[in-house]
């Protein structure tokens, strides 16, 4: 692996990308400080350029070159949560690039727990600016296999990192102002911040554009997926006509429902095993030609938010 690693930290310095294993999700990986290797994120990807990407550090310690200023509570939350699932929205330090930032005047950090990114980053001694290793609108990648059906030969490496923790991008926080507002709903919940906080975050997401995740159509398989309650779900079994077959049927708690032009597969009934199987199972039916994905929903409480936003999305037009 180490050969690997070396050969991923000459690949950033020559200003090529390296597909990265995180404990979120792979990520796409170019030099944070080259605007030609930043560029060929936006193509390989085919993202709009003015959608701003995540800064990956090795250590919180690397933080003051990216940013101009860190608030108590954002430091709080960096005590907390790092290395891991979380990103963190500062104002940006005036040397970073706006291809990095979409213009803005903050930049998103993370500090991921993940060994090879680990081993990467303290290598490369620099900021990694890596989004998800997909095509734009496409779900997140969870192995290294993935990064390779999603992305072939515009990565110069994909490093193998095994299937991924956590499996879902990370909670996005942004702390760049006074106030404290989840951007994008992940892993590390809103209890366990305003834990950490000690405060109550304020009710209802904004929907701010600029982070890609928040747009409903995104995080979306190529099959259409609709999600139900049991109950709906049951009488939509029921009714489905022999041109509405086959379909795949995502169930949690349901029992039942089995017949022919129906398949079945049993997701995990805790939050955690749910989302570290979820892209990786969509990804496994989008390529089985069923007409439908039909999902029974999860529950509404706060461990499981970030599982249901991605449900959410990825069931946007279904
Ligand atoms: O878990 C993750 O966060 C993964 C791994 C690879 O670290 N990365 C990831 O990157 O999900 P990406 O680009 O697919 O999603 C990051 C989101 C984008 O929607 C982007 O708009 C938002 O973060 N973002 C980045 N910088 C921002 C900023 N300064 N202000 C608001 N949103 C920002
Ligand atoms: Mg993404």
């Known amino acids: 692996m180490q050969f690997f690693i070396n050969e991923a930290i000459q690949i950033l310095k020559q200003g090529g990308l390296v597909a990265m ?4 999700v792979y990520g ?5 400080k080259n605007p030609v290797a930043l560029e060929k994120i936006f193509h390989a990807k085919q993202r709009p350029m003015d959608h701003p990407l995540i800064v990956h550090l090795a250590d919180v310690s690397q933080l003051g070159e990216w940013v101009s200023h860190v608030s108590p509570m954002a430091q709080k939350l960096a005590d907390a949560f790092w290395p891991g699932p979380l990103t963190l929205i500062l104002p940006k330090a005036v040397q970073v690039l706006d291809i990095v930032t979409g213009g803005q005047k903050t930049v998103g950090v993370r ?4 060994p090879v990114a680990q081993a990467l980053l303290r290598g490369f001694d620099g900021g990694v600016a890596a989004p998800s290793a997909n095509r734009f609108g496409r779900i997140s990648p969870t192995t290294a296999e993935a990064v390779r059906e999603e992305l072939g030969d515009a ?5 193998e990192g095994g299937e991924c923790e956590v499996g879902l991008e990370s909670t996005i926080v942004d702390v760049s102002g006074e106030g404290v507002r989840i951007l994008r709903p992940g892993m590390i919940t809103a209890e366990q911040i305003e834990g950490v906080l000690g ?3 304020q009710e209802g997401m904004e929907k701010v554009p600029r982070v890609s995740g928040s747009m409903e159509s995104h995080y979306a398989p190529v099959t259409r997926m609709r999600l139900m309650g049991v109950e709906e779900l049951m009488a939509c079994l029921g009714a489905l006509s022999s041109e509405e077959l086959p379909v795949a049927v995502m169930v949690r708690t349901m029992q039942g429902g089995e017949r022919d032009g129906v398949v079945c597969v049993k997701m ?3 939050a ?3 989302a570290h199987d979820l892209y990786q199972t969509l990804r496994g039916l989008d390529q089985r030609g069923f007409k439908k994905i039909l999902v029974e929903d999860v529950p509404r409480d706060g461990e ?3 599982v249901r936003d991605r449900l959410v999305k990825a069931s946007f037009g279904g």
């Open 199 to 201: 405060i109550r975050l």
């Open 111 to 114: 500090v991921p727990r993940h």
């Open 155 to 159: 990565v110069d490496l994909i490093l």
């Open 268 to 270: 995990a009934d805790d």
């Open 21 to 24: 294993p995180t404990e979120t």
């Open 304 to 306: 499981w938010a970030a």
């Open 28 to 32: 796409l990986g170019a030099d944070a």
């Open 272 to 274: 955690g095993g749910y």
